[in-house]
């Protein structure tokens, strides 16, 4: 990330408790110099011992006092209490008869018991008991203003002790992104969405003249890493104007009514800063759905989004303030933030299509040396599904294999290694895989291959390797499409199931025996044929009936069911129907292209990696 500036928060006008400290102190000098001035008149000088007896038998010493505690002698010279001089003196070890004996000598001189000196009881006072407490205050504000870092403004609600409740937003100023829209790749109708937003903010009368109400607040919705962060980032840096950042998180606290404060806060300073874009990042973690149960309601989140809602109606849109904010659950958000006057415009931004891919390809690898030939094209057909956030990281793993390699430029074969590092990690190059399991890693793969290759309409295989990866698959099958499916039909689903069955079916029929090298087929097989029944309305039995919800439809898109107990395990037999049918299926194509199979098994077993040319050669020969 770029540098960002703190915004210096706006300090109340509160004193710290040392003024008063100060304050204090200074009227008791007042009271000292005006009403006990004796006090400053007199000066304590010290003299010699000798010097002091010299002065008794000069008859100079008219009052003399003995401090035990400190063990001196405090003396006065001079008959004026007011204007006589005090000394003080050490006394000489085992000196005291002695002394006393000499003082007796001069009757006019009085013993008195005590003389003050300028140690009067008000500086006593001062020294013994406000300047401890003075102290203890300074530490107690020391430590208070430590803890206050620590819990990161995190303090009790309501108080005024110290600046509690400061929203910790950053404020990129647009320089400082760094980012425009520029650097976005793909995502070309979110871009579009959100230059407007930026045409407002550099030009609101146009837009108010006419009568228009632009949007107060905008949503950025879909899966991580599709670069939600960066186009909110790409915005204030086309919009030029101050950019206020704060991520939902950081708004729950751990002591009920921060979270509140800091939305205040936050929106306090957007007014003053106005025209500006205040974005939300993770705006789920405040915006969650309100507890309808009233039980155990999370008081702090609800006070929070309350705060958030109310501020939001609060300002005028023509002020220039816009509200971004983004988040890959929008189904959990509260219904009150997405109605119009709040999070009324809604902009998704998807993972990326075949041209996206390339062109997020293109953007990052601008600062990589490319070698001549590069097809990110292929790469591009290569990565169906992947993130931007995937593809970023996909160049970035190319270098850093070209400079493993002692290479100046990055290679084709750089790129499609790093798009298999990325699907299935790194190769185990020294991982001991005995002949046996190599051969039935052989079958499996090869099984895949053969029974998509004798499908119409499964994607093309590209290349089979039994080079184990360090994500724990021994081998795999690629296959890519020639371009962007959107759409599936059943009988593309039951071919991919009986694919996916093929590499278990191969080993059943070589070997006479599974291994437990299908468990991910197996799921894969056991989701799709589910997601059939339950999500895609694909079985004569239950026809377009809903039988299960997707929950987080960015996020794994995880399904719970929605249907009575009997239904379910109606559902539970037809799924493994459909799965033993896939794999008939691939057992009978196997079966008929026996021979194929053991020859392109033999083959892959010497070669180890082998591309889709070589298999389809081998295959119709
Ligand atoms: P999100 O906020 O949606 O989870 P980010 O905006 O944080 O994702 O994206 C993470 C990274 O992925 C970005 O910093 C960028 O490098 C890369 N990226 C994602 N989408 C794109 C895109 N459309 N164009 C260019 N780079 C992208
Ligand atoms: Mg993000
Ligand atoms: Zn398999």
Redesign the pocket.
């Known amino acids: 990330m770029i540098e960002e500036k703190d915004e210096k928060p706006i300090k109340p006008p509160k004193r710290p408790l040392i003024y008063y400290a100060g304050i204090a102190a200074l009227i008791i000098m007042l009271l000292n110099i005006f009403f006990f001035p004796s006090v400053l008149h007199r000066k304590v000088t010290e003299v010699p011992y000798n010097e002091f007896l010299d002065m008794i038998d000069a008859g100079k010493v008219d009052e003399v006092a003995y401090d035990a505690q400190a063990s001196e002698i405090i003396f006065i010279s001079g008959t004026e209490p007011r204007t006589a001089e005090i000394y003080s003196t050490g006394i000489w070890p085992d000196d005291g008869q002695r002394l006393l004996n000499q003082l007796r000598e001069n009757p006019n001189i009085k013993f008195s018991s005590a003389i003050p000196t300028e140690k009067d009881p008000l500086f006593s006072f001062i020294i013994s008991w406000i300047l401890p407490i003075a102290f203890f205050f300074i530490i107690g504000e020391l430590l208070n203003r430590m803890m206050m870092k620590k819990l990161k403004n995190g303090g009790f609600p309501g108080g005024n002790v110290m600046s509690f409740g400061k929203a910790d937003a950053k404020v990129y100023v647009a320089a400082q992104t760094g980012k425009t829209f520029a ?5 070309d109708e979110a871009k579009e969405a959100l230059a407007e937003v930026v045409d407002f903010l550099h030009d609101t009368k146009k837009y108010t003249e006419i009568g228009a109400k632009l949007p107060k607040g905008v949503l ?1 919705v ?12 790409a915005v204030a840096g086309e919009a030029k104007v101050p950019f206020f950042s704060i991520s939902g998180s950081e708004f729950v606290e751990m002591f009920v009514g921060m979270g509140a404060a800091k939305v205040r806060d936050l929106f306090k300073q957007a007014n003053e800063k106005a025209p500006c874009i205040v974005f939300i ?1 993770e705006i789920d973690a405040i915006g969650k759905k309100r507890d309808t149960s009233g039980m155990g309601g999370n008081d702090e989140r609800e006070q929070t989004l309350n705060q958030l809602l109310a501020e939001m109606d609060g300002f005028d849109p023509s002020s220039g303030v816009v509200i971004l904010a ?1 988040t ?1 659950r929008p189904e959990s958000l509260d219904a009150a933030l997405l109605r119009p006057g709040r999070f009324d415009r809604r902009v998704p ?1 998807e993972l ?1 299509d075949l041209g ?1 891919r390339e ?2 390809l293109r ?2 690898a601008k600062n990589v040396k490319l070698a001549a030939g590069v097809d990110f094209g292929k790469i591009a057909r290569m990565t169906a599904g992947a ?7 996909i160049i970035n793993e190319a270098a850093l294999r070209a400079v493993r390699m002692g290479r100046g430029e990055v290679l084709d074969s750089d790129l499609e290694e790093s798009v298999e590092v990325v699907i299935a990690g790194y190769q185990r190059k020294n991982a001991v895989i005995s002949n046996e399991e190599k051969r039935i890693v052989a079958y499996h793969e090869i099984g895949h291959a053969l029974v998509a290759a004798r499908q119409s309409n499964s994607a093309p295989v590209t290349k089979i390797t039994i080079v184990p990866r360090t994500s724990g698959a021994l081998g795999y099958t690629m296959q890519v499409d020639e371009g962007e499916r959107s759409l599936m039909n059943s009988d593309e689903i039951k071919n991919k199931l009986a694919t996916l069955t093929g590499g278990r079916a191969a080993e059943e029929l070589v070997f006479g025996r599974a291994t437990t090298g299908a468990s991910n087929d197996i799921e894969q097989a056991t989701k799709l044929a589910r997601a059939m029944i339950t999500r895609y309305g694909m079985s004569d039995e239950f026809g377009m009936v809903a039988l299960e919800t997707v929950n987080g439809r960015y996020l794994g898109g995880d399904t719970s069911l929605a249907c009575s107990d009997e239904t379910a395990a109606k559902i539970d037999s037809k799924v493994v129907d459909t799965v033993k049918a896939a794999h008939s299926k691939a057992i009978s194509i196997l079966t008929d292209n026996r021979q194929k199979l053991d020859e392109l098994a033999e083959y892959l077993l010497e070669k180890e990696t082998i591309t889709g040319d070589e298999f389809m050669k081998i295959l119709n020969s």
């Open positions: 650097d976005v790749a793909g995502q950025l879909g899966p991580p890493g599709t670069g939600k962060t960066l186009l909110a980032k990042d983004a890959n931004v990326p996206g062109a997020i953007v990052h993130s931007g956030a995937e593809l970023a990281n």
